[in-house]
């Protein structure tokens, strides 16, 4: 049987909480849930830890450096290609002026997502996910 690939667990998991955090239900839906899961190990343990790297530098809120789509279709650190992104797809491209869900959400909602809450949201997972649990 196929180890289920842990990044790519961490990944969908701190998508879930952001959306959680945010109470926006179409913030990360079904579609972006699978396709999360079908994510490969290399590429999903690089965005975790770029994600990771880039909360212990202070980052915070939305956008391209603590989003796991955004990384993984990023061509710097601020930049991505976005044609190809799924999440795109279904939710229209976050930092395009047309009608996008991104541009939807409240600014008083996304500074719900404080770099304190990024750093012990990730602990969490990463203790949940990523951490041997001996007894």
Known sequence: MKEPN???LCLDELMKKKRNKL???RYYIEADHKYMLTIGVRKAKRAWNIIYKNVTMGEEELGPTVCPFCV??????YNSDCTMCPYRKTHG???GEDD????????????????IWYKKTMKD????FLVEKTK
């Open 100 to 115: 996008n869900d991104y541009s939807k959400i409240p600014y008083s909602k996304k500074r719900l997502l404080t770099n």
């Open 23 to 25: 109470r926006i239900k």
């Open 6 to 8: 842990v990044y790519a």
């Open 93 to 95: 491209e976050c930092n």
């Open 125 to 128: 997972i990463k203790n949940k």
């Open 72 to 77: 993984f279709f990023s061509t710097s650190r």
